[in-house]
């Protein structure tokens, strides 16, 4: 062995690859595939950075991936700031990023595509949360920068169309620092007081950079959240943010926000007047069919007084009919009656007596003598006459049953 060649510990060894990487790769750009990402508890990222050839560990701490304005996933390929090192315990070298963009799409822009994604996977862009703007609203509420052209072109709009509707500002930052959090106080604030029937939320064009209050999430949550209706008016016609997606209507302008939520009074009055004359000439038809009806049903109708006279009539018929048929009843009563007299007569003891008949009876206790055999010779007897009686008394008896004499 050389005495002269030295011989490093693996630490010294580490120790000098560590300071060699560290002092001529102080900061570096690399690109590369993120893959196996993963975030502790710490909320430090890790992951791996590779190409088709190689790959390196990196690591992102929780003090600068704070910062980022989208989220890092498995295959996004990225352009980052970064430093080499060792870490020693393990042999391996890593870069330490301290910045990272999208490769070939700006942050933002990533950043907006990932809550439009997660936003709508939640259904906060379904239209069943959609509310319906007021028909005519009486207070309209803008949310916006007071100094802005937003303020001047909506109240032109809104005041041609239709004067003296209540128009409320409330002044919000549009952009810059703190802007997300004011515009969503300013939501809250209307949806405390309950007053206002209708909320546009505007502002003009502008960057995407401009525009990230509207694309943030607080904002996007806090107009879902309104009850009251609200309008979003951001910037032009080819822009949209996450708030177009979450709003209940989207204008593409705050001018043509203006024109939506009210409609033009002149129109109104010409609507107004059209439904007056069409209800006039449908009441108008009405009545008229409603009286050729009543014609109708008086022509088929009998008047009161004939009803009446008819009646009459009727009862004057029906009461000679019943004086009629009551008479034929008592004289057919009293054919029946004559005639049952008649046999009744024919029947009585007095017709017979008077046809030469008598009724023989004993004498006290009056029991009639139908028997010679009853009666005993010197016993008396009355013998009933048609008119008048005869008493007698029994001196003797025939054999064939009757007295040999009677005297009177």
């Known amino acids: 062995m050389n005495m002269q060649q030295r011989i490093y510990t693996v630490s010294e060894l580490t120790a000098d690859i560590k300071s060699l990487l560290e002092e001529n790769f102080s900061f570096i750009w690399i690109f590369g595939e993120i893959s196996n990402f993963r975030m502790p508890a710490?909320?430090?990222f890790?992951?791996?950075?590779?190409?088709?050839?190689?790959?390196?560990s990196a690591v992102m701490f929780r003090g600068q991936n704070r910062n980022l304005k989208f989220d890092l996933e498995d295959g996004m390929n990225v352009t980052g700031l970064g430093r080499l090192s060792v870490y020693a315990p393990r042999g391996n070298y890593q870069i330490i990023l301290e910045y990272l963009e999208p490769a070939g799409v700006g942050a933002l822009q990533v950043a907006f595509e990932q809550l439009k994604a997660r936003l709508s996977a939640e259904g906060l862009f379904d239209k069943e949360h959609k509310k319906y703007l007021p028909f005519l609203p009486k207070k309209i509420s803008v949310i916006t920068s007071p100094t802005g052209a937003v303020v001047h072109d909506v109240l032109k709009i809104v005041n041609?169309?239709?004067?003296?509707?209540?128009?409320?500002?409330?002044?919000?930052?549009?952009q810059g620092q703190g802007a997300d959090m004011e515009i969503v106080a300013g939501i809250e604030l209307l949806n405390r007081r309950e007053d206002s029937d209708v909320a546009i939320l505007g502002r003009?064009?502008?960057?995407?950079?401009?525009?990230?209050?509207?694309?943030?999430?607080?904002?996007?949550?806090?107009?879902?959240?309104?009850?009251?209706?609200?309008?979003?008016?951001?910037?032009?016609?080819?822009?949209?943010?996450?708030?177009?997606?979450?709003?209940?209507?989207?204008?593409s302008t705050p001018s043509a926000a203006a024109e939506l939520v009210i409609p033009l009074k002149d129109d109104l009055a010409r609507e107004c007047i059209r439904l007056s004359m069409?209800?006039?000439?449908?009441?108008?038809?009405?009545?008229?069919?409603?009286?050729?009806?009543?014609?109708?049903?008086?022509?088929?109708?009998?008047h009161p007084s004939r009803k009446i006279q008819d009646l009459r009539l009727k009862t004057?018929?029906?009461?000679?009919?019943?004086?009629?048929?009551?008479?034929?009843?008592?004289?057919?009563k009293r054919e029946r009656l004559s005639w049952r007299a008649d046999r009744l007569h024919a029947l009585s003891p007095v017709a017979i007596l008077s046809r030469g008949y008598s009724i023989t009876r004993t004498i006290p206790d009056a029991r009639v003598v139908t028997n010679s055999e009853t009666v005993n010779k010197g016993q008396n007897l009355e013998v009933i006459l048609?008119?008048?009686?005869?008493?007698?008394?029994?001196?003797g008896k025939s054999n064939n049953g009757q007295t040999d004499k009677t005297d009177i």
Do not use: W
Not at 163 to 173: A, D, G, L, T, Y
């Open 42 to 44: 710490s909320r430090h």
């Open 46 to 56: 890790y992951f791996t950075l590779k190409d088709e050839n190689a790959q390196i």
């Open 160 to 174: 041609r169309r239709f004067p003296n509707v209540h128009i409320e500002i409330v002044p919000v930052k549009v």
């Open 204 to 251: 003009g064009g502008g960057s995407l950079e401009d525009l990230h209050a509207f694309n943030s999430e607080i904002v996007a949550r806090a107009v879902f959240a309104s009850k009251i209706p609200i309008i979003s008016a951001v910037g032009h016609e080819t822009d949209f943010t996450i708030c177009d997606f979450v709003a209940d209507i989207r204008a």
């Open 278 to 302: 069409s209800l006039k000439m449908r009441f108008y038809r009405y009545i008229e069919r409603q009286r050729s009806l009543l014609n109708e049903i008086s022509e088929k109708l009998t």
């Open 316 to 332: 004057d018929d029906l009461g000679t009919r019943l004086v009629r048929a009551f008479i034929n009843s008592i004289r057919q």
């Open 386 to 395: 048609a008119k008048g009686i005869l008493t007698c008394s029994v001196e």
